[in-house]
């Protein structure tokens, strides 16, 4: 029988098995080589870039000291964690048993054993060094503290508890406890670690006949444990000293720092009594291989966890329960004092003066005589709001812009000096043609200040410029105008070479006048490899290969000065406002930088962040800040930027602070001595707001010296909401030249006002001396007296809105709609004996790009209200023509690009209001009103007042009627006037004609 084997159908796919093809494998390997060079490149490339550019901007030191510290940390540290837990590995494993016990447990460990075998050296080295590379990183990113205690100068200050200088609380303590927690977690690696070698080679047994731990496992982890608790008896031993930086809520301050009597009587003992049970303990254990026994060891540390709990926790409570609250404040007022006296030194505030003050509602033009600086410099010009007034007149061209908050600047010299209005007139891609040559090469820099005076506006509203035009021209004279670095200047651009930037379009021509930069700032290009390194740094691979590159090109970028300054001064926390000064052929920005500690003993902590902020924070920008917990600060570094050359100074302003004398000694040659500090920028540098911001937070409840009177807590005070915003956040302080009563003379300064606790009148005003001099930074602060019911801002707000005369003028000034009103920075100044508030009224009309000054509200006292067309008439009207000269309004200038003023706004600061032909309108002085219309007047103020309230409120009922009445009183008006009725406003979910897009809603008193 023959059998035959089917035939096959033909030669199906079968699937490839088996390892993969040689030409596969050196693909796969080739990728894998290029991925690896391309994530080494990139890395180089980060730190190549940085090294460049610290090195063009001449800070190269900050970057190798801070390079070599983070090294130093890293490698240091990282090793000597790899060395430790290397070595309890390695011991663990020499000491484990000879033979291990049969057992279940054992036999599914061996495989374990087995398979480790082959493999123990290389598990051991790859397991340390893991772990010193996590604990090296770690340390490294302590470069700050290393630098600070290697580097640490004598506060000259000794704490009150303990008597220890403040620098060994700012500076040596926090790199104790670093080191401490180090060996900490060094210390339970290790015992981890050596645990489970130990469990793997049977010195630790869970299962199983005889003793659970051999003797070579019971000694090593004893020996571990009892380091454990030696570090423990340090840890207590330094939180004896940290008690007095230790930080909890009392008395209405959340940051409340110190000892308190609790802390001093029942935690500092117990940490003593602590202390010597954690060492007893920690000997006990190192005797356990001795003996071989836990059980002593084990009791010791039961008893230290037992005392821990009764004497560290049980005790001090019972001290406060039954010594403390029967009796608080005779315990706890004299470490109040403690605290209120450290904190008013920690924060620059223990010079501050407080002289009681009882306004007067009425003065003489004797009284104003001393005051009459402070009556011309009143500052009209509100650079929040005129910040548009610049972009629309002094623009120019689409690609500029102005910062959205403008700066308050002197210029001039003697009796010309007057408060300023200055913006800078920088680089807006927004306005080109967007791609990367305009970008980047093309439109490289803004040109020129606009400058106006801060105390007078022409007879249109319109600011009165001394610096104005492209190219600028004024008061200024000659200098070098183009803005490189400016505050909106955030992408990079490519410069130099034979690269042809946009300079700015001649007027006269309309041609674009052409520039190539002539700095000295930069990282040049010309080597290919810092091409690639920069391409790769900004994404942008056209930096390779791209033909407008030319040689001589440089890349400039890290533009903006707050930008450029923390950069080359770390250790710095920035303020969040530069301000450009043109001094010497130059514009520089001038930066304010603050150095901070949270370790000054017995100083309740601040939050930065919390405490800079106000009702302009969302313009002007926030502080920057290397730690927004601290409870020490100091103005101690003017940094300038120059907006041409990007160069960057640093000048040591507090030649006394050892925050700074430390950081220079750790940088040397960064900062430069005050002296020299240029002659021709002196005269405007001025005092820091950031810095004024955080001491009148501090103010708030430490303008209470006595700790009596502070413990009571009924003298607090607190920084009014900004009555003209709409963001509910706290009014700024503001920039003005005033007398203040004890000066002899007016000086810049910068001032803030206070109301009492959930109250609105006025308790204080403060004023700091803003000015470089003997007096600089002097705090002067007016109490008001008991008896005085001096208005706070927002009760002055609701006074200007509800006086009779001043609705009327309002509504009219509004036009039914047309216009709308914006209200300037309510100034209060103590003049001839009383207070006199100033707030610049601002319409635009409709249409109009910008706001123009219309009229000026002014109160002095509690009830002497004006609102007049121009400062000067305002000042008539409550001083009965006894003021002193106010600036005149100047005469618009039909050349200047002043805009003319609204159909809706009045064309002279002496004429009343002309409202459009649709509303009612105000008569003219010495014109009649008939009884019909001033009713129908009134009606319709009430009648608006009610749906803005109603509006606030979610009342939609109430803004339904209050809408309707409104329009029935328009009606009214119209039909007093004889003319044809105006149109009822919509209702619906938008308040009443004029409410909206003001930005300044009616105050709540």
Not at 176 to 196: K, Q
Not at 804 to 809: G, K, R
Request: some cysteine; overall charge neutral.
């Amino acid at each position: 029988m023959v059998f035959q084997m089917p035939e096959r159908s033909g030669p199906g796919f079968r699937r490839r098995v088996g390892p993969p093809s040689r030409r596969a494998r050196v693909a796969l390997l080739t990728l894998g080589v290029l991925a690896v060079l391309f994530l080494l490149f990139v890395m180089f490339a980060g730190f190549w870039t940085d090294w460049l550019w610290f090195r063009s901007v001449h800070y190269s030191s900050v970057f190798t000291t801070q390079l070599w510290t983070k090294i130093g940390l890293f490698a240091v540290f990282g090793l000597l964690m790899a060395v430790i837990v290397g070595f309890n590995i390695w011991l663990a494993h020499r000491l484990r048993p000879p033979l291990s016990a049969m057992s279940v447990e054992q036999q599914s460990l061996d495989r374990y054993r087995a398979g480790l075998a082959p493999f123990k050296r290389w598990a051991l080295i790859g397991v340390s060094l893991v772990i010193g590379l996590v604990a090296g990183a770690a340390a490294s990113g302590q470069w700050r503290t290393w630098l600070m205690w290697t580097n640490s100068t004598s506060f000259g200050e000794k704490d009150a508890q303990f008597g220890m200088d403040v620098s060994f609380y700012a500076f040596d303590l926090p790199f104790y406890e670093f080191v401490l927690g180090f060996a900490f977690s060094a210390v339970i690696v290790s015992l981890l670690t050596s645990a489970l070698v130990h469990y793997l080679y049977g010195g630790l047994r869970l299962q199983g006949p005889g003793r659970r731990a051999s003797a070579g496992a019971q000694g090593h982890l004893a020996v571990l444990l009892g380091v454990f608790v030696l570090l423990k008896a340090v840890a207590y031993w330094l939180d004896r000293y940290a008690l007095a930086v230790k930080t909890g809520s009392y008395k209405g301050v959340s940051g409340w720092t110190g000892l308190r009597y609790v802390d001093a009587n029942a935690f500092l003992p117990a940490k003593t009594i602590l202390f010597f049970v954690a060492i007893i303990c920690a000997v006990l254990f190192f005797l356990t291989p001795v003996r071989r026994t836990w059980a002593p060891a084990l009791i010791g540390l039961g008893l230290m966890v037992l005392s821990a709990v009764l004497i560290g926790g049980l005790y001090p409570a019972i001290v406060q329960q039954f010594q403390v609250k029967p009796n608080e404040q005779a315990k706890e007022t004299p470490y109040i004092q403690k605290n209120i006296d450290a904190t008013r030194q920690a924060y620059g505030i223990a010079d501050s003066q407080t002289t009681p003050y009882t306004p007067q509602g009425s003065t003489t033009g004797d009284a104003l005589k001393p005051d009459a600086q402070t009556i011309a410099d009143v500052r009209l010009l509100d650079p929040n709001i005129v910040s548009q007034t610049f972009q629309s007149l002094e623009q120019q061209r689409n690609y500029y812009a102005f910062p959205s908050t403008l700066d308050v600047d002197r210029y001039g010299k003697g009796a010309d000096k007057q408060d300023t209005v200055i913006g800078l007139r920088e680089l807006d891609l927004n306005g080109v043609q967007r791609n990367w040559i305009n970008d980047h090469f093309k439109y490289t820099h803004g040109y020129g200040a606009a400058v106006a005076k801060g105390n007078q506006v022409d007879d249109k509203g319109g600011p009165v410029f001394t610096e104005s035009g492209l190219p600028a021209t004024g008061a200024l004279g000659d200098y070098e105008q183009r803005i490189y670095y400016g505050e909106k200047t955030t992408t990079y651009s490519i410069v130099g070479g034979s690269n042809k930037e946009i300079d700015y379009t001649d007027t006269k021509t309309g041609q674009n006048v052409e520039y190539t930069y002539g700095g000295a700032s930069g990282v040049s290009l010309d080597n290919p490899l810092t091409r690639a390194a920069y391409a790769v740094r900004f994404a942008e691979p056209q930096i390779l290969y791209a033909g407008a590159i030319t040689d001589g090109a440089k890349v400039i970028y890290n533009r903006t000065p707050k930008e450029r300054v923390e950069k080359v001064a770390p250790w710095l926390s920035i303020d969040a406002d530069p301000y450009p000064v043109v001094q010497s052929g130059h514009v520089v920005w001038v930066v304010d930088g603050y150095t901070t500690s949270d370790g000054f003993p017995f100083s309740s902590k601040t939050t930065l962040g919390a405490a800079t902020k106000d009702s302009l924070t969302n313009q002007r920008g926030e502080l920057l800040t290397v730690a927004n917990q601290v409870n020490y600060i100091r103005n101690s570094v003017k940094a300038t930027v120059d907006a041409y050359t990007g160069e960057v100074k640093l000048y040591q302003w507090d030649e006394k602070d050892p925050v700074l004398k430390t950081w220079m000694k750790a940088f040397p040659g960064t900062v430069e001595p005050k002296a020299d500090i240029p002659q021709s920028l002196l005269p405007h540098l001025r005092y820091p707001q950031d810095m004024f911001k955080v001491q009148r937070d501090l103010l708030g409840q430490y303008h209470v010296t006595d700790s009596n009177s502070f413990f009571n807590g009924s003298d607090i005070w607190q920084v009014p909401v900004d009555p003209t915003s709409d963001t509910k956040q706290v009014q700024p302080p503001y920039y003005v030249t005033l007398r203040m009563p004890d000066a002899a003379a007016a000086s810049f300064s910068l001032t803030s006002t206070f109301v009492p606790n959930q109250r609105p009148n006025l308790a204080a005003f403060m004023a700091v001396n803003a000015d470089p001099g003997d007096d600089y930074g002097k705090i002067r602060i007016l109490k008001m007296t008991g008896e005085t019911g001096a208005p706070g801002p927002g009760l002055v707000q609701s006074k200007f809105n509800s006086r009779q005369e001043v609705a009327n003028q309002i509504f009219a000034l509004k036009s039914g709609g047309d216009t709308e009103l914006e209200y300037g920075n309510l100034l209060t100044l103590p003049v001839g004996g009383g207070l006199l508030n100033v707030e610049p009224v601002y319409v635009r009309g409709r249409g109009a790009k910008y706001p123009t000054l219309q009229k000026v509200l002014a109160v002095y006292g509690d009830d002497n209200v004006a609102f007049e067309n121009t400062l000067e008439d305002a000042l008539k009207k409550l001083f009965a023509g006894q003021a002193p000269p106010a600036t005149p309004v100047a005469p618009s200038n039909p050349g200047s690009g002043t805009a003319p003023t609204s159909p809706a706004t009045p064309t002279s600061p002496t004429a009343p209001a002309t409202p459009a032909p649709t509303a009612p309108a105000t008569p003219a002085p010495g014109g009649t009103i008939s009884p019909e219309l001033q009713k129908a007047l009134s009606d319709a103020a009430k009648a608006y007042g009610d749906s803005q309230t109603a509006f606030k409120n979610g009342d939609w009922v109430a803004y339904g009627n209050a809408q309707k009445a409104l329009g029935d009183a328009l009606k009214a008006a119209e039909a007093a006037r004889g003319g044809s009725p105006a149109p009822a406003p919509t209702s619906g979910g938008t308040p009443a004609p004029g409410a909206a897009g003001t930005g300044s809603p009616s105050p709540q008193p």
